[in-house]
C-alpha cells in the first residue's frame, strides 16, 4: 500500500514520516496553514533519498507559480486539481491529478494514477467511498480526504484504494504535525499488509 503523508512543514515530521515508513512527501504551495516555499521544500528533503517520492501539492497554479516549484524544488510528482495539467509544462514530473467527491467521469475514461478527496482540500473532509470504489478498479486511486489512523483500515479495506494520503488527520491543530499521529497512521496502514 502506497502511504503519502502530505502538508509537512519541519525536519522533524519529514524525518518521522520517513522513519516510520511513508513512500511519498507532500509539500503545500499554495494557500494553506502548511505552505511551505520551495526553497524550504528542497532543504527539507536534502536527508530524503531517492526512494522516497516528493511531491509539489498545488492548486490552480499559473504556469509562473509553477516553473519556480519546479525549478527550485524539483519535485517527482505534482499534485494539482486535474484540469490544471493543459496548461503546465511538467517535462520530469509525474502528474497526479486531482478529483473531488461529486465528479463524474466519462465511462472507461481514468487517468494511470489519481487522489481522490472530498470537495474541500486539506479540510479533513471525508471522501466519498463509494465513489471511490467505483474508480478504484480502473486506475491506481489514492485515497485522500478525512482519514486517521482509526478509519484508514476500514477504509482500505472498504475502497481497495493503491494507496492512502493524510494531512488533517496526523495534526495536533490545524498545520501542526503530531509525529505520533504519523508513526500511528502508518502501522495501522502497514497492518492491512499482513
Known amino acids: 500500500m502506497f502511504i503519502k503523508i502530505c502538508g509537512l512543514s519541519?525536519?522533524?515530521?519529514?524525518?518521522?514520516?520517513?522513519?516510520?515508513?511513508?513512500?511519498?512527501?507532500g509539500f503545500v504551495f499554495t494557500n494553506s496553514p502548511r505552505r511551505v516555499s520551495p526553497n524550504h521544500a528542497r532543504s527539507l528533503c536534502k536527508n530524503a533519498g531517492d526512494h522516497i517520492i516528493r511531491v509539489a501539492v498545488m492548486r490552480h497554479p499559473?504556469?509562473?507559480?509553477?516553473?519556480?516549484?519546479?525549478?527550485?524544488?524539483?519535485?517527482?510528482?505534482?499534485?494539482?486539481?486535474?484540469?490544471?495539467?493543459?496548461?503546465?509544462?511538467?517535462e520530469d514530473c509525474m502528474p497526479l491529478p486531482v478529483?473531488?467527491?461529486?465528479?463524474?467521469?466519462?465511462?472507461?475514461?481514468?487517468?494511470?494514477?489519481?487522489?481522490?478527496?472530498?470537495?474541500?482540500s486539506g479540510a479533513g473532509e471525508?471522501?466519498?467511498w463509494k465513489e471511490a470504489t467505483l474508480t478504484a478498479t480502473s486506475t491506481q486511486l489514492i485515497l485522500a480526504g478525512g482519514?486517521?489512523?482509526?478509519?484508514?483500515?476500514?477504509?482500505?479495506?472498504?475502497?481497495?484504494?493503491?494507496?492512502?494520503?493524510?494531512s488533517s488527520g496526523v495534526e495536533v491543530s490545524r498545520g501542526t504535525k503530531d509525529?505520533?499521529?504519523?508513526?500511528e497512521f502508518i502501522a495501522q496502514v502497514r497492518a492491512t499488509e499482513q
Do not use: C
Request: charged share 30%; proline share 5%; no cysteine.
Open 10 to 25: 519541519t525536519e522533524k515530521d519529514v524525518q518521522t514520516a520517513i522513519d516510520a515508513g511513508a513512500d511519498a512527501l
Open 62 to 90: 499559473t504556469p509562473k507559480e509553477w516553473n519556480e516549484v519546479k525549478s527550485v524544488f524539483a519535485p517527482d510528482w505534482l499534485q494539482t486539481d486535474h484540469e490544471d495539467f493543459k496548461s503546465l509544462e511538467l
Open 99 to 120: 478529483f473531488r467527491t461529486g465528479y463524474v467521469f466519462e465511462k472507461n475514461k481514468f487517468p494511470q494514477r489519481m487522489l481522490f478527496e472530498g470537495t474541500d
Open 126 to 128: 471525508k471522501a466519498n
Open 147 to 166: 482519514l486517521t489512523a482509526k478509519n484508514v483500515m476500514i477504509a482500505i479495506q472498504t475502497v481497495r484504494p493503491w494507496g492512502v494520503d493524510v
Open 179 to 183: 509525529p505520533s499521529k504519523i508513526q
